[in-house]
């Protein structure tokens, strides 16, 4: 690999394999997986359901820990750190987009977005700040002070975007971000999602069973059986 793009790797997952036990069994969910993302690079994971789409990204976003393998973030191993660093990297690098915004019900839009940004010990009037600036940049200045019950499905969206990017993080993980909105709504949703990856030349990695997406992206992961499929 040119150290140019070394430089430009976000995400490498090395010899990732993981077995859980059930019911006194061993089941590999993933086998042997290897990729890398780079700096403005947007790629779908795409593969039938149960095949580990959730279990990679979990452990792409140091949620969980593999049975074998390492995961390095902008070129730092993150094999061997505990808990506490690794909840640090998670706020500080990488945004997470769920298929359900699960947003906080009882907080407005601009109050989602401000709370990783208060975990993280940002004042409250930058995280405000930063919250409006996002928020506008995804169309929605009209709807800081809505709750998410009073917004659409894909505004709702949008701000969980906006909250994934609140703490300027490296990599964006999301886990069938599109799975819930509407063909329009859905294609919307995404085209804003790639325009921000491109321009804040960030990484994303998106888990998705659309494959008329997949094929907007950069690259394709092909998950079958726990492996990449080549």
Known sequence: MNEDKKNKEILRLKNITHVYDQDYQKIK?????????????????????????????????????????????????????????????????????????????????????????????????????????????????????????KLSGGEAQRVAIARSLANSPNLILADEPTGNLDPNSAQNVFEILYKLVKSLDISCLIATHNHDLAKLMDNSIVLKNGSIEV
């Open 29 to 149: 969910v993933l086998n042997n997986i290897n990729f890398e993302i780079y700096r403005g690079e947007i790629v779908s994971l795409i593969g039938p359901s149960g095949t580990g789409k959730s279990t990679l990204l979990n452990i792409a976003g140091l949620l969980e820990t593999p049975t074998f393998g390492s995961v390095s973030l902008a070129g730092q191993n993150c094999k061997d750190f505990n808990e506490d660093t690794k909840t640090s990297i998670r706020g500080s690098q990488i945004g997470f987009i769920f298929q359900s915004h699960r947003l906080f019900p009882e907080f407005s839009a601009i109050e989602n977005v401000m709370i990783p940004q208060l975990i993280m010990g940002i004042t409250k009037v930058k995280a405000e700040k930063k919250s409006k600036e996002l928020l506008s940049v995804l169309g929605l200045e009209q709807r800081f002070n809505f709750r998410p019950a």
